[in-house]
């Protein structure tokens, strides 16, 4: 079968490989879509943390199954997976937190992934497809960690919610601080990315922190009570840094993105808060099941995001392209049809 592999920085080639044997505890799918995600990106840029080369990138994954020894799945059903793969017994999994497992081995980063025509993966991290297209299956993953960084946040009806990064994670976490009754602020610099948050997801305020003055913005959109409620979807030191000058008394900060630095700041402003601060990993089987119901029932339509396609045999070229903001990509999907 053909794979792709990211050998180093920068470089991408095809190769040839042999196909997954049957395995005790494991089920192949053949893979009909990958979504390229921003860890995928951070990879080849060389700034991805947790990361070796070679790798074989790709987690955001569909296909059909072609083996499993799960009873409950049948070949030829159409599914995603869950691409974290945990060890079922340490602290974190003993305490049904498996997203974050002491050996946790995610897809396509500290494992090889998805850029494959045939994957093997463990029978357990299988999802039922539910009646939903390749293409959505391929989405339920990034959302779901939108959805997981919002449970985390524990958003409530009418809560101003500050959402800092409108990638495609941040877009899919505007879209489940929504679903949860949040009131979503999203703070961006790309004025492109934050006229889509409006004119595609219906988010009422925006910021540009480049052009804007942040806090002053903030203070006129919550009545000066600042948001209670803030997730950074960057990665970026500078943002997360940043954003906590942002944070209303009491309030809580979620990181979902994930940089290589060590975050700072002021002990006596955050104390005074009184506020919280956590990281959200990954995401649970809970998110992605919460995520299919609401694909399903209408309140997230996972075809606004991809914005760019391309076949597998096309990857290795424009792949690069992907880093370019003026490209507008929000999400590209890869197709082996």
């Known amino acids: 079968m053909d794979i792709l592999v990211c050998n180093t920085p920068g470089t991408l080639s095809y190769h040839e490989a042999e196909m997954p044997v049957s395995e005790e505890g494991h089920s192949i799918i053949k893979i009909k879509r990958i979504g390229i995600c921003g860890t995928d990106l951070h990879a080849f840029e060389g700034t991805q943390p947790?990361?070796?080369?070679p790798r074989i990138l790709g987690h955001e994954l569909a296909g059909e199954i072609v083996e499993t020894d799960r009873i409950d799945f049948q070949v030829g059903e159409a599914v995603t997976f869950i691409p974290y793969f945990n060890c079922g017994?340490?602290?974190?999994c003993r305490n049904g937190k498996p997203n974050c497992c002491t050996s946790l081995k995610?897809?396509?980063v500290h494992i090889d992934g998805g850029m494959v025509e045939y994957l093997s993966v463990p029978s357990y991290s299988l999802v039922h497809g539910d009646g939903l297209t390749f293409d959505e299956l391929a989405l339920v993953e990034p959302l779901a960690i939108g959805a997981h960084g919002v449970r985390r946040a524990n958003v409530q009806p009418d809560e101003?919610?500050?959402?800092?990064?409108?990638?495609?994670i941040g877009l899919g976490t505007m879209e489940f601080a929504r679903i949860a009754g949040g009131k979503v602020i999203a703070l961006d610099i790309n004025d492109a990315r934050l006229a889509f948050c409006k004119d595609k997801l219906g988010v009422e305020h925006t910021i540009n922190g480049l052009t804007q003055n942040v806090i002053e913005q903030l203070q006129e959109i919550t009545g000066g009570d600042m948001p209670t409620a803030i997730i950074d979807a960057t990665g970026n030191l500078r943002a997360i840094n940043t954003a906590f000058s942002y944070l209303a008394h009491g309030g809580t900060y979620v990181l979902v993105g994930l940089q290589k630095g060590e975050i700072s700041?002021?002990?006596?402003?955050?104390?005074?808060?009184e506020a919280t601060l956590m990281s959200s990993r990954n995401a649970t089987r809970e998110d992605f099941?919460?995520?299919i119901r609401s694909m399903k029932s209408g309140q997230v339509d996972p075809k606004t995001y991809i914005t760019h396609r391309v076949t597998f045999s096309q990857v290795k070229d424009e792949f690069e392209s992907w880093l370019d903001p003026a490209t507008g990509v929000i999400k590209a999907m890869v197709s082996l049809d």
Request: with cysteine; charged share 15%; hydrophobic share 45%.
């Open 265 to 273: 700041f002021s002990h006596p402003e955050f104390h005074k808060r």
């Open 160 to 168: 101003f919610v500050l959402v800092v990064g409108a990638g495609p």
């Open 106 to 108: 995610v897809s396509g």
């Open 289 to 291: 099941e919460h995520v």
């Open 89 to 92: 017994k340490c602290v974190a």
């Open 50 to 53: 947790f990361f070796n080369y």
